[in-house]
């Protein structure tokens, strides 16, 4: 007997007993097998269809695992990367952000292997621009540590600002929904703010502000820098009084005076390196200097505004007489330089240091250089003794023990160098006073120490910070100065105290470098966090915070008329900030490495850039600083500052830069036999 002569005899069996509901039950279980067996015979093999099969694999797998970051992401990355090129550098600004915010959100799960192999699969992509970040976030590993570690925790609780024109924001968005990348839609709408800008896309290097990775945070610059600063020169300074006495010298007597300079500055180049660079860039220099280039300078420096006059915040020590003529001379034979009329360069290069060289710092006449070493010795050079040195012509830098200034050589000859011992840990800064008189070391063992450059001898110890002390500087009147720590503050003191007078605390992370204002009312740090902050050093605010650079600042300078600051950073990048107004007016890009050294031209008109790619490099500072064209502005191009030269060394990266107060500049760094 058949299935179909069996269902009909029981069917007709309970319609016999009058057994109606056993009947309905009956036919409704017939209805859904014989439904079953026509929906296995039109049934799809999913093994035969992989798009469907992985499909079916997401929806059965939870919606927040680890699979589906991985999954999401990797398509992501893989949509950006096949972008046309025009909008493909937008898009991939999204991909960084978006894996930090999937890392951390893995982790925060509790699957912390998972979060391993999702941060180890795609790190490689953002090694270059972001690698200070991954070292930072590769050492989250369980989710009480996203709350514990200040960097972890920012990001969290911030958002970021990416800039991107309105077509990719269009592409971007309708990319994630047709893809269903609900997890990435999620992550982009609670961290990443979109910055949507009409037109064609801007690149990345015309904009500083393209990506702001502490997005949260900007709100709060922006209040900040809304303070009312003081950023004019003092009142009743050495400059103002040879101006209002018309003391400046006419064009012939400048001449003459940079030709004196000059000569006395070829000296000391041929006692380093023989005389094979200098001379003929002073020749050059002398011819240079017409009557018609000095007037189009003086014209030029007219048509800027001078600087306000302000009062000192804090006591100003009193200037000795016979130092006061001094200066005055040296500003009375200033030359006047401006892209026309370049600085002469004199290169002061350390060999044999065995990279022992942590820093350098030059006096401001070019007199004295010094180096600190990882040994915890700082040596001092006279460059007068120096040239009067037959034999042994060049600047040694071995790490010998010296117990005085003149130590026997390898041919017994003398060097003139003065050994000052005392630090417990490598020397990672040194500054010399306005004067000359006194020299600032800032070492590892977390101590800044004074010393006399007149007795040989160490003066004071000053101890404060917590941690390794990177940077010291002195003040642009002597007498106070400014020390920057790994404890993440920058301390102001004074030669006479022991304990520090301002504590600035608020980065996010090391302070590693800073600099005074002209007016020394104020003080700039750059830090590891990629922010420069200017603090008030009578009250120790912050009332500045300047956002953009994409790594840690490494170098900062003042302008001399108080106006700008310039700050470099470790990717070669450069920044001219507008003080007053606390924006970026002029990004520049040129140097392949660090920026170490920067410094302004004594009329601000040019700015040196020192970089670990062994290159000096000039800027215009003039015309860069002048309002942008609306044309310009509409069409998205910033400013940039003009370049003008770049002064390549063989094989000497650059760690010090410095403008006498006659315009020459001095420069130094250590031979690098690995370059």
């Not at 002597?478 to 608020?506: E, V």
Request: net charge negative; glycine share 6%.
């Amino acid at each position: 007997m058949d299935e179909e002569a069996v269902v009909k005899f029981v069917e007709t069996y309970l319609k016999k007993k009058g057994f109606k509901q056993a009947e309905l039950a009956f036919q409704e279980e017939i209805q859904q097998q014989q439904q079953k067996q026509n929906n296995s015979k039109n049934a799809i093999n999913i093994h035969s269809d992989p798009d469907l099969s992985t499909l079916l694999h997401s929806l059965s797998q939870p919606e927040d695992s680890p699979a589906r970051y991985q999954e999401e992401y990797s398509k992501l990355r893989t949509w950006a990367y096949s972008s046309l090129d025009l909008y493909k550098h937008e898009l991939l600004r999204v991909l960084y952000p978006v894996f930090v915010h999937c890392y951390m959100d893995i982790v925060a799960k509790g699957h912390i292997q998972d979060a391993r192999n999702f941060f180890n699969s795609f790190r490689e992509d953002h090694e270059m621009m972001h690698s200070r970040d991954l070292q930072k976030l590769e050492g989250v590993l369980s989710p009480s540590h996203l709350e514990e570690m200040e960097f972890a925790h920012t990001l969290r609780q911030s958002k970021v600002n990416i800039k991107i024109c309105q077509y990719s924001d269009e592409l971007m968005m309708q990319y994630l929904r047709k893809s269903k990348s609900t997890i990435i839609l999620g992550i982009v709408n609670e961290h990443i703010n979109f910055q949507v800008s009409p037109g064609q896309p801007i690149s990345i290097s015309d904009d500083p502000d393209a990506v702001t990775l502490i997005g949260s945070s900007q709100d709060a610059a922006n209040q900040i820098n809304k303070k009312e600063i003081h950023w004019g020169l003092l009142e009743d300074s050495l400059e103002e009084r040879l101006e209002k006495t018309g003391g400046f010298l006419s064009d012939s007597e400048k001449t003459e005076g940079e030709t004196k300079e000059g000569d006395m500055d070829e000296n000391k180049k041929r006692s380093m390196d023989g005389g094979k660079q200098g001379a003929s860039i002073k020749k050059s220099k002398k011819d240079k200097a017409a009557s018609a280039t000095a007037k189009a300078v003086r014209l030029e420096a007219n048509t800027v505004p001078a600087a306000p006059r302000v009062k000192p915040e804090l006591p100003l020590p009193v200037m000795p007489a016979e130092v006061e003529q001094s200066i005055l001379e040296d500003l009375r034979n200033r030359v006047q330089l401006s892209s026309t009329t370049l600085p002469s360069v004199s290169f002061y290069t350390f060999i044999n240091t065995h990279n022992g060289l942590n820093c350098s710092s030059i006096s401001h006449d070019g007199s004295l250089v010094a180096g600190g070493f990882s040994d915890s010795s700082l040596k001092v050079w006279d460059m007068a003794k120096l040239g009067q040195q037959a034999g042994n012509s060049i600047l040694q830098g071995e790490n010998d023990a010296a117990p005085s200034e003149h130590v026997l050589g390898p041919n017994s000859g003398k060097r003139s160098y003065t050994l000052f011992q005392g630090h417990s840990g490598p020397v990672h800064s040194a500054t010399f006073s306005p004067l000359g008189d006194f020299i600032l070391s800032s070492s590892a063992d977390t101590t800044v120490r004074l010393w006399s450059t007149e007795l040989n001898a160490n003066l004071v110890c000053y101890k404060g910070h917590n941690y390794p002390v990177w940077d010291v500087q002195f003040s642009p009147v002597g007498h106070y100065f400014a020390s920057a720590s790994h404890d993440r503050t920058a301390r102001i003191w004074s030669m006479d105290r022991i304990q520090p007078l301002r504590i600035m605390a608020g980065h996010l992370s090391d302070v590693d470098c800073v600099q005074w204002h002209a007016n020394c009312n104020y003080i700039a740090t750059g830090s590891s966090d990629k922010t420069v902050r200017l603090w008030d050093v009578q009250s120790g605010e912050c009332v500045r915070i300047f956002i953009g650079h994409r790594s840690m600042i490494l170098s900062l300078a003042m302008s001399p008329d108080g106006r700008y600051m310039a700050s470099g950073d470790e990717d070669g990048s450069i920044m001219m900030w507008d003080l007053s107004s606390g924006r970026c007016i002029s990004p520049m890009m040129g140097h392949h490495s660090c920026v170490w050294s920067l410094a302004f031209s004594c009329e601000s008109s040019l700015l040196a850039s020192g970089s670990a790619d062994c290159t000096v490099k000039l800027w215009d500072v003039t015309t860069s600083t002048k309002p942008a064209k609306t044309e310009e502005s509409k069409s998205g191009n910033t400013h940039r500052l003009r370049f003008l030269k770049t002064l390549p060394t063989k094989s000497t990266p650059v760690s010090t830069l410095r403008f006498s107060r006659r315009n020459l500049l001095f420069a130094a760094g250590a031979l690098s036999r690995s370059q």
